[in-house]
Nanobody, 124 residues
Framework: QVQLVESGGGLVQAGGSLRLSCAAS????????LGWFRQAPGKEREFVAA????????YYADSVKGRFTISKDKAKNTVYLQMNSLKPEDTAVYYC?????????????????WGQGTQVTVSS
């Protein structure tokens, strides 16, 4: 069992920054990767970024490359998503998720534990 708790969402103006945190607890040693996904109203959930737990590999959606950075602090069992140059189209509920299965980290179907989500709203 793994528990994930997101924090750091809020309201920000376009061009601003936010840092999301995802604190993991439980059987984190069994994790292959942690990822961030988002879901805007009326849209399907989409991949944002992912990081492998025991290696340094990172993955990003094209829409956030160069603006978002995913990182981890293994000592704190926490993954971060630094979001810069935010745009109104980044507005969504952001979810942290983790998978213990080696495979495509960009597909939400491969993730077995999810956080409750945190709202990010970017005003124009």
């Amino acid at each position: 069992q793994v528990q994930l708790v997101e924090s750091g969402g809020g309201l920000v103006q376009a061009g601003g920054s936010l840092r999301l945190s995802c604190a993991a607890s439980g059987s984190t040693f069994s994790r292959y990767a942690l990822g961030w996904f988002r879901q805007a109203p009326g849209k399907e959930r989409e991949f944002v970024a992912a990081i492998r737990w025991y290696f340094s590999s990172t993955y990003y959606a094209d829409s956030v490359k160069g603006r978002f950075t995913i990182s981890k602090d293994k000592a704190k069992n926490t993954v971060y998503l630094q979001m810069n140059s935010l745009k109104p189209e980044d507005t969504a509920v952001y979810y942290c998720a983790t998978t213990g299965t080696i495979g495509l980290v960009t597909e939400d179907a491969g993730y077995d534990y999810w956080g409750q989500g945190t709202q990010v709203t970017v005003s124009s």
